[in-house]
């Protein structure tokens, strides 16, 4: 079992849909990252958090410690949005552990 | 300012061959660290550098793999006799202590 797993794996929306990807880890950690890497293979850090809930545009990243659950929502999907979605706890090392990924396409 | 950035973006070389990769991370981010992602899989952990001390070897595959942090700044990977199974994107990623991570762009590794 990994030690981050991201829920679904593949994901596809029509344009304007609310999305949700799910991650839940099993270690212990000092703060988590989402992740955004686009066909190209670039990564763009999101969000990283370690209580509550961050907003930054149509993103919003929420995290549960004590469940050890975190969320990433996108409000009003578009087209651009379409990339892998990748959740990775930085654990008390400071070492990244990473999920396998969500593929999302938004369709127009 | 400049973000982090990764030389060569592209290498192709012979089974058996070393190559050295370089990272440039953000000016003044403390730590570093090295990960990889082979053909449809996800990131793998590498190396993570603090200063010019690696605390955290584990990630690293193979004694065929090493890296090292010159300066507190600029980070080669180096792989020796570089096998078929080394062909992934390399990336680098540097932060300010335990902050938010910047990553380079990679380096795309083809051994043929």
């Known amino acids: 079992k990994n030690e981050v797993e991201q829920s679904p794996q593949n994901l596809t929306a029509q344009e304007g849909e609310f999305i949700t990807i799910n991650c839940s880890y099993s270690?212990?950690?000092?703060?988590l990252h989402w992740l955004q890497q686009h066909p190209g293979g670039g990564i763009v850090s999101l969000f990283m958090?370690?209580?509550g809930k961050k907003k930054h545009g149509r993103l919003i990243a929420t995290i549960n410690i004590q469940e050890k659950h975190s969320s990433l929502h996108i409000t009003a999907s578009h087209p651009r949005d379409s990339a892998v979605y990748i959740c990775?706890?930085?654990?008390?090392?400071?070492?990244?552990?990473f999920g396998t990924g969500t593929r999302l396409q938004v369709f127009p | 300012g400049a973000g982090v950035s990764q030389s060569p973006s592209n290498k192709v070389t012979e089974k058996g061959k070393d190559v050295e990769l370089r990272c440039d991370p953000i000016?003044?981010?403390?730590?570093l660290y090295w990960y990889r992602q082979s053909l449809g899989q996800g990131l793998e952990f590498l190396i993570y550098?603090?200063?010019?001390?690696?605390?955290?070897k584990s990630g690293l595959p193979s004694d065929r793999f090493s890296a090292e942090r010159t300066g507190g700044s600029v980070s080669t990977l180096t792989i020796q006799r570089t096998q078929q199974e080394d062909s992934a994107v390399y990336l680098c990623?540097?932060?300010?202590?335990?902050?938010?991570?910047?990553f380079g762009p990679g380096t795309r590794l083809t051994v043929t």
């Open positions: 990623a540097s932060s300010f202590d335990s902050y938010e991570q910047y």
């Open positions: 270690v212990g950690i000092s703060a």
């Open positions: 958090l370690s209580s």
């Open positions: 990775a706890a930085l654990d008390i090392y400071d070492k990244l552990i």
């Open positions: 000016s003044g981010h403390t730590a």
């Open positions: 550098f603090q200063g010019n001390s690696a605390p955290d």
